[in-house]
């Protein structure tokens, strides 16, 4: 008896030992990112979506903290833009090991490459039109696991009414299904490649309470400063959507290509659907004081440089609203601003040090409404200061 009170009380002491090791760091994190730009437009484009203003604005400023203490990591987020305060990244997440992890909480939906990246680290100082498939921040639960050539991330989220409105007011509540898989068959410090593939099921949100669910899309001209609408659809008569992302990631020592495609299939009422597609492509090279891009195995992307690098990109982009065939058979009110939008693109991104970044992006966006004559044509040259700690 004696003996197994030893035991007993050694154990104890052994867990306390190990839990006095782990100890709980907190890092107060932060960034600002200051635009500029100025357009210039066509007829069509001052016709249909009047004049665009150049100026200034705030694309985010945001103050956060990040929390481990063992396995356990918590990270929360407060964002200020545009005069208005909203929570970003909130959630606590549980470490199996370094490459297997649960979180929940408000965060990114995975889908694609693009949802790998905050919008401090991309290339564009806006998305990609294609990357409008990727539904962005929601509350929800997520698994990753992954090895060195292989990383899969699946979730099940609620949809964006859950954050700001109760299940009285809004109706009944929308959900998402999402799973990103890739698959990195040459993957080294010099460089190499992954193909990745996403899928994800979305049950339509509800407007309010007693008003049809309906699922939309809004694009706008790659700018955040003046932000006029490009195309757009709303489908009030939608039930689900599906949509699928291919992507290619690949990198060789100051260089790198990166693509997507999405297509999407949104059913709707009277067996009726409407189809869209969209995707980008983007080539980026260190051309100033050259140095490795590295491979973030964490979240299958890639880390930008730090140390007074100056990165040169040329991108092209694709989207298409326009189901010819739903706006044949019986167009709504919410499809009228439908069209294609396609852009040119050419950047230059100066990364003083691992805080402080400067970007310059020119587009050139023609997108064509589709009921009306000619297309519109914006040209936007945008500048950016963004400090991040």
Same mark, same amino acid.
């Given at each position: 008896m004696n003996k197994k009170l030893l035991l007993a009380f050694a154990a104890c002491l052994y867990m306390g030992a190990a839990?006095?090791?782990?100890?709980?760091? /907190? @890092?107060?994190?932060?960034?600002?990112?200051?635009?500029?730009?100025?357009?210039?437009?066509?007829?069509?484009?001052?016709?249909e979506d009047g004049k665009m203003n150049e100026g200034v604005g705030i694309r985010d400023m945001r103050v956060g903290l990040k929390a481990t203490y063992g396995k356990w990591y918590f990270r929360g987020d407060v964002s200020y833009s545009n005069n208005k305060v909203s929570l970003k990244d909130v959630y606590l997440q549980y470490s199996f090991n370094e490459n297997n992890f649960l979180r929940a909480g408000h965060y990114t939906a995975p889908f694609g490459l693009s949802s790998a990246y905050s919008s401090a680290k991309k290339e564009y100082l806006d998305e990609p039109e294609g990357n409008i498939y990727q539904p962005g921040r929601r509350i929800g639960?997520?698994?990753? /696991?992954?090895?060195?050539?292989?990383?899969?991330?699946?979730?099940?989220?609620?949809?964006?009414?859950?954050?700001?409105?109760?299940?009285? @007011?809004?109706g009944p509540q929308g959900y998402t299904i999402s799973g990103r898989f890739v698959y990195r068959p040459i993957?080294?410090?010099?460089?190499?490649?992954h193909v990745g593939f996403s899928g994800m099921h979305v049950k339509a949100e509800a407007v309010k309470e007693g008003e049809h669910a309906h699922i939309k899309y809004d694009k706008k001209y790659l700018t955040a400063v003046d932000k006029r609408t490009a195309t757009a659809i709303d489908i009030t008569d939608a039930r689900w959507e599906n949509k699928f992302t291919a992507e290619f990631q690949g990198i060789w020592h100051n260089y790198q290509l990166s693509s997507q495609y999405y297509w999407s299939h949104i059913s709707r009422d009277e067996n009726k659907s409407y189809n869209t597609d969209g995707f980008y492509v983007s080539?980026?090279? *260190? /051309? *100033?004081?050259p140095a490795d891009y590295k491979y973030n195995y964490a979240c299958s992307g890639v880390d930008n440089p730090?140390?007074?690098?100056?990165?040169?990109?040329?991108?092209?982009? %694709?989207?298409?609203? @326009?189901?010819? @065939?739903?706006?044949?058979?019986?167009?709504?009110?919410?499809?009228?601003?439908?069209?294609?939008?396609?852009?040119?693109?050419?950047?230059?991104?100066?990364?003083?040090?691992? %805080?402080?970044?400067?970007?310059?992006?020119?587009?050139?966006i023609h997108s064509h409404t589709w009921d009306q004559p000619t297309a519109k044509v914006v040209n936007v040259v945008q500048m950016r200061v963004q400090y991040m700690f």
């Open positions: 839990s006095a090791q782990e100890k709980l760091e /907190i @890092k107060v994190t932060g960034r600002a990112l200051f635009d500029a730009a100025t357009y210039t437009q066509n007829a069509q484009a001052k016709s639960v997520m698994h990753t /696991i992954a090895n060195h050539n292989l990383w899969l991330q699946y979730g099940a989220f609620a949809d964006n009414s859950a954050l700001t409105t109760s299940t009285d @007011k809004s993957m080294t410090d010099a460089g190499g490649f080539a980026r090279g *260190i /051309i *100033i004081n730090a140390d007074k690098n100056l990165e040169l990109m040329l991108g092209f982009g %694709y989207l298409n609203l @326009k189901d010819a @065939k739903a706006l044949a058979d019986a167009p709504i009110a919410g499809m009228a601003k439908a069209g294609r939008m396609s852009d040119l693109s050419a950047g230059l991104s100066f990364f003083w040090n691992k %805080y402080v970044t400067l970007r310059l992006n020119y587009h050139y």
